[in-house]
T-cell receptor, first 115, second 114 residues
């Protein structure tokens, strides 16, 4: 089945380290997103990309960067990790379809801990 | 600014009872309102969505209602079952810089007790 995958699934790192979270999809969708989930705060959009040459900031992009290497791959980087970036990170994809907003399909998540 | 408020944050019901979760949004131009369910340790998954051209949509035991004038929408689950226990997120679409994106509510943790 077509799916959205994320690597790694769990990561523990130290303050100041650079870390990359990777997302791959076999759904053939053009649109990809990165969210972080914190208890009591829901899902907050970090960055999104509507095609390979398109990158847009979301609600909370400070401290993060992204790269859209191909239609199927969208990576999130923390240039210098800090403890308040400890969270559950989700990648998601969607199909533009008819131009009306459509369902987003989420990956399994990456649990990141910054010590 | 762009905002979606969701209430309550936690909800506990007995099996067989109904559960209602409510959300309000800030942008009158929002036109798409999905609901996602996230079981413990799993990824969020769409359970139902509604677009601004309808006021209600139903799928078996779940239904969503939309009041565009008041800018609020609700999820209704009838005859709740233990497997309905999960965190539920509402979301609303916002147009920004020519792009449509979703803003999510903070989530409601629903517990259904046998």
């Amino acid at each position: 089945d077509a799916d959205v995958t994320q690597t790694p699934r769990n990561r523990i790192t130290k303050t100041g380290k650079r870390i990359m979270l990777e997302c791959s999809q076999t759904k053939g969708h053009d649109r990809m997103y990165w969210y972080r989930q914190d208890p009591g705060l829901g899902l907050r959009l970090i960055y999104y990309s509507f095609d390979v040459k398109d990158i847009n900031k979301g609600e909370i992009s400070d401290g993060y960067s992204v790269s859209r290497q191909a239609q199927a791959k969208f990576s999130l980087s923390l240039e210098s990790a800090i403890p308040n970036q400890t969270a559950l990170y989700f990648c998601a994809t969607s199909d533009p379809g008819t131009g009306v907003y459509n369902e987003q399909f989420f990956g399994p998540g990456t649990r990141l801990t910054v010590l | 600014g762009e905002n979606v408020e969701q209430h309550p944050s936690t909800l506990s019901v007995q099996e067989g009872d109904s559960a209602v979760i409510k959300c309000t949004y800030s942008d009158s131009a929002s036109n798409y309102f999905p609901w996602y369910k996230q079981e413990l340790g799993k990824r969020p998954q769409l359970i139902i969505d509604i677009r601004s051209n309808v006021g209600e949509k139903k799928d078996q035991r779940i239904a969503v209602t939309l009041n565009k004038t008041a800018k609020h929408f609700s999820l209704h689950i009838t005859e709740t079952q233990p497997e309905d226990s999960a965190v539920y997120f509402c979301a609303a679409s916002f147009l920004s810089g020519g792009y449509n994106k979703l803003i999510f509510g903070a989530g409601t943790r629903l517990a259904v007790h046998p």
